[in-house]
Nanobody
Framework: QVQLVESGGGLVQAGGSLRLSCAASGRTFSTYAMGWFRQAPGKEREFVAAISWSGDTTYYADSVKGRFTISRDNAKNTAYLQMNSVKPEDTAVYYC???????????????WGQGTQVTVSS
């Protein structure tokens, strides 16, 4: 069992930066790949980024590639999403999730956090 809690969301101006954190409970965090998803109002939840259990492999949605960076610190049981050059279209609730592999489909993730709101003003 893995419990995930996101933090770091808030209001940021377009072009600014924000770092989201995902704190995990349990001693098995380092065995899971981690992913970030987001859901904008009126839209389906979509994949943002994923990272392998070791941190050696990362994968990004085209819409955030070059602007967002996913990372993790297994000693702290925490995953991060550094968001740079944010745009109004990045506004959404951001969720972290745990999976047994670096994957981009919701159904491939076993555990989810409750989400944190990110709002980008123009």
């Amino acid at each position: 069992q893995v419990q995930l809690v996101e933090s770091g969301g808030g209001l940021v101006q377009a072009g600014g930066s924000l770092r989201l954190s995902c704190a995990a409970s349990g001693r098995t965090f380092s065995t899971y790949a981690m992913g970030w998803f987001r859901q904008a109002p009126g839209k389906e939840r979509e994949f943002v980024a994923a990272i392998s259990w070791s941190g050696d492999t990362t994968y990004y949605a085209d819409s955030v590639k070059g602007r967002f960076t996913i990372s993790r610190d297994n000693a702290k049981n925490t995953a991060y999403l550094q968001m740079n050059s944010v745009k109004p279209e990045d506004t959404a609730v951001y969720y972290c999730a745990a999976s047994k592999g670096v994957r981009s489909l919701e159904r491939q993730y076993d555990y989810w956090g409750q989400g944190t709101q990110v709002t980008v003003s123009s």
